[in-house]
């Protein structure tokens, strides 16, 4: 990459803080953000050069998330969507491809819809479901054969951007063989119906709203070509799904402490020690989570599926939400009674942080795969009920 794409993120950043207040008190979403991503070319940032795209790598995404997050973590969290579709899709290798038993159509058609990014298109994920959350095992939307495609029928929720990407990501199960699960890339359009349902606590600016679909897609909109490959990419590519937040949340951290300095500055309260004590503990937490997640990346780009990989994925998903948590309520305490009113920056970060330890992976559950591992067990099968 990329050099560009990163001080394209540092250069939007406070453009993007400059609208956060609006959106998030309005519920909206920040179309004009992402006419800037687009602008700056980052809905490529994950498509191979050949493909036209920046050819980033994990590590490079998640430095280039953290700077967006630092701008606006809702925005941030939305482009996280498009960023998985493509840096899964993009991260098939020949090798892989061969190993999945992935046709050579297959290929082309995932080769179109990463070239369509590259110049543009964005994409959405539409997985988890009321009553299952995000784990695919569990799906109640279901997929089945016609003539030439498949008939996709079901609802989700928590749909970030909902009703503004080019396609959606959507994860079915088979009407024939309840445990085969797939995915599929579903071109915005008829058969699809937003519902608005987001009013939320935090990261209101995401329009993470239900999405009901009765539609009917092409044959080349399965990814990979192959039925069943939704689970077993979960377990080949977990970062996608799991640390691919945390850099998210490592920024919002982060804007956390740069708004509190900037409220304690601007109103002589720089001097109280404990204030200062406060800002001390939050940098050196927000570093450490910085680290982690700094670190998990460079072991996905160097040993993608690698069980000790996995488990600094894991540990990154964990430390970025509940660091971000912390660091945003202690922040906000340093600032005193009038940094909670609405509007004010920190109010907003203090919410959004709260939502890091909730996307799945949960923190709870981050915890608990870790809790196996440390016991020489099999994180992946040992729990209490499917990860995935």
């Given at each position: 990459?990329?050099?560009?794409?990163?001080?394209?993120?540092?250069?939007?950043?406070?453009?993007?803080?400059?609208?956060?207040?609006?959106?998030?008190?309005?519920?909206?979403?920040?179309?004009?953000?992402?006419?800037?991503?687009?602008?700056?070319?980052?809905?490529?940032?994950?498509?191979?050069?050949?493909?036209?795209?920046?050819?980033?790598?994990?590590?490079?995404?998640?430095?280039?998330?953290?700077?967006?997050?630092?701008?606006?973590?809702?925005?941030?969290?939305?482009?996280?969507?498009?960023?998985?579709?493509?840096?899964?899709?993009?991260?098939?290798?020949?090798?892989?491809?061969?190993?999945?038993?992935?046709?050579?159509?297959?290929?082309?058609?995932?080769?179109?819809?990463?070239?369509?990014?590259?110049?543009?298109?964005?994409?959405?994920?539409?997985?988890?479901?009321?009553?299952?959350?995000?784990?695919?095992?569990?799906?109640?939307?279901?997929?089945?054969?016609?003539?030439?495609?498949?008939?996709?029928?079901?609802?989700?929720?928590?749909?970030?951007?909902a009703g503004h990407p080019d396609g959606y990501l959507v994860a079915a199960r088979s009407a024939a063989d309840q445990s085969v699960v797939s995915q599929f890339l579903v071109p915005a359009g008829e058969g699809i119906t937003v519902e608005a349902t987001w009013d939320s606590l935090g990261m209101r600016a995401t329009s993470s709203h239900d999405l009901h679909l009765d539609v009917t897609v092409p044959a080349d909109r399965l990814l990979g070509g192959v039925e069943g490959l939704a689970l077993v990419v979960a377990q080949l590519m977990p970062h996608w799904l799991v640390a691919s937040y945390a850099a998210v949340?490592?920024?919002?951290?982060?804007?956390?402490?740069?708004?509190?300095?900037?409220?304690?500055?601007?109103?002589?309260?720089?001097?109280?020690?404990?204030?200062?004590?406060?800002?001390?503990?939050?940098?050196?937490?927000?570093?450490a989570a910085e680290l982690v997640v700094a670190e998990a990346a460079r072991r996905v780009d160097e040993a993608p599926g690698d069980p000790e990989t996995n488990r600094w994925v894991w540990r990154a998903k964990l430390l970025a939400g509940t660091t971000a948590a912390d660091v945003a309520a202690s922040m906000l305490e340093a600032a005193g009674t009038s940094a909670t009113r609405r509007g004010h920056p920190l109010e907003r970060l203090y919410r959004d942080a709260r939502c890091g330890s909730l996307h799945p992976a949960t923190s709870d559950v981050c915890a608990d795969w870790l809790g196996i591992a440390a016991l020489g067990g099999d994180p992946d099968r040992d729990g209490a009920t499917p990860r995935w």
């Open positions: 990459m990329t050099v560009h794409a990163l001080e394209a993120a540092r250069r939007l950043a406070p453009r993007l803080a400059a609208r956060a207040a609006g959106h998030d008190r309005d519920g909206s979403f920040p179309v004009d953000d992402f006419a800037d991503l687009r602008e700056a070319g980052l809905f490529g940032l994950m498509v191979p050069r050949e493909l036209g795209g920046a050819g980033a790598s994990f590590a490079e995404y998640a430095a280039v998330a953290t700077e967006l997050a630092r701008g606006n973590g809702a925005t941030a969290l939305v482009f996280n969507m498009h960023a998985s579709v493509t840096g899964a899709l993009g991260a098939v290798t020949e090798e892989l491809a061969e190993a999945l038993g992935v046709p050579d159509e297959a290929l082309a058609a995932r080769d179109r819809l990463l070239r369509a990014a590259a110049d543009g298109a964005w994409y959405a994920v539409a997985m988890s479901e009321r009553g299952a959350g995000a784990r695919l095992s569990q799906l109640s939307t279901v997929y089945k054969p016609v003539d030439g495609g498949w008939h996709i029928k079901g609802s989700k929720t928590f749909c970030s951007g949340y490592a920024g919002v951290a982060r804007a956390a402490i740069e708004a509190a300095a900037e409220h304690l500055n601007a109103r002589n309260l720089a001097g109280l020690p404990a204030v200062r004590a406060r800002l001390g503990r939050a940098d050196a937490a927000a570093a």
